[in-house]
T-cell receptor
Framework: GAGVSQSPSNKVTEKGKDVELRCDPI?????LYWYRQSLGQGLEFLIY????????KSGLPSDRFSAERTGGSVSTLTIQRTQQEDSAVYLCASSSWTSSYEQYFGPGTRLTVT | AQSVTQPDIHITVSEGASLELRCNYSYGATPYLFWYVQSPGQGLQLLLKYFSGDTLVQGIKGFEAEFKRSQSSFNLRKPSVHWSDAAEYFCALYGGATNKLIFGTGTLLAVQP
């Protein structure tokens, strides 16, 4: 079946602009995660959604970052007033309710802030 | 504290040679452990996982890993490497109640012809 999809695959933006990154999880997966992969920090957890529960936002690096998940499916990660240090690959993953530890990743969005 | 260490940043092996990538973890209980592979410009693909039971687990693409509790290790192995195995490999630990994966810094594998 279809895996996790993310769009866009690449995004170049100017410092100070807002960007939105989209994730479509695997159909039927109730859990959705965002991670960030950067040269200096490796792979970092950002945020976790499980069903209709309040999201775990403990990994968001600043209040410029936010995410929402509509209808328990598609998620959008928004970065406001982008900074150069936001340049990274943003990875989305999903998992089923019964196997939340087994996460399947999308191809990522490479964000470059100029 | 929960953490994953991959001591080798970069490894080069010859095609057909055996491979072992090291992973050490720190976790207070029985860990759930994973190996992922990432090819250039791609996302992470799950190679194999360990939850409990047999300490030697088999994965896709001919990879296996052995869980050793006494050494807090979960090393990845392959008996004969193919050129297509060149990629970056990440070991990860499931953080339990935190619901997140904790990743090592990765090992970049190069395969010489």
């Amino acid at each position: 079946g279809a895996g996790v999809s993310q769009s866009p695959s690449n995004k170049v933006t100017e410092k100070g602009k807002d960007v939105e990154l989209r994730c479509d999880p695997i159909s039927g997966h109730t859990a959705l995660y965002w991670y960030r992969q950067s040269l200096g920090q490796g792979l970092e957890f950002l945020i976790y959604f499980q069903g209709n529960s309040a999201p775990d936002k403990s990994g968001l690096p600043s209040d410029r970052f936010s995410a929402e998940r509509t209808g328990g499916s598609v998620s959008t990660l928004t970065i406001q007033r982008t900074q150069q240090e936001d340049s990274a690959v943003y990875l989305c993953a999903s998992s089923s309710w019964t196997s939340s530890y087994e996460q399947y990743f999308g191809p990522g969005t490479r964000l470059t802030v100029t | 504290a929960q953490s994953v260490t991959q001591p080798d940043i970069h490894i080069t092996v010859s095609e057909g040679a055996s491979l072992e990538l090291r992973c050490n973890y720190s976790y207070g209980a029985t860990p759930y452990l994973f190996w992922y592979v990432q090819s250039p410009g791609q996302g992470l693909q799950l190679l194999l996982k360990y939850f409990s039971g047999d300490t030697l687990v088999q994965g896709i693409k001919g990879f296996e890993a052995e869980f050793k509790r006494s050494q807090s290790s979960f090393n990845l192995r392959k008996p004969s490497v193919h050129w297509s195995d060149a990629a970056e490999y990440f070991c990860a630990l499931y953080g339990g109640a935190t619901n997140k994966l904790i990743f090592g810094t990765g090992t970049l594998l190069a395969v010489q012809p």
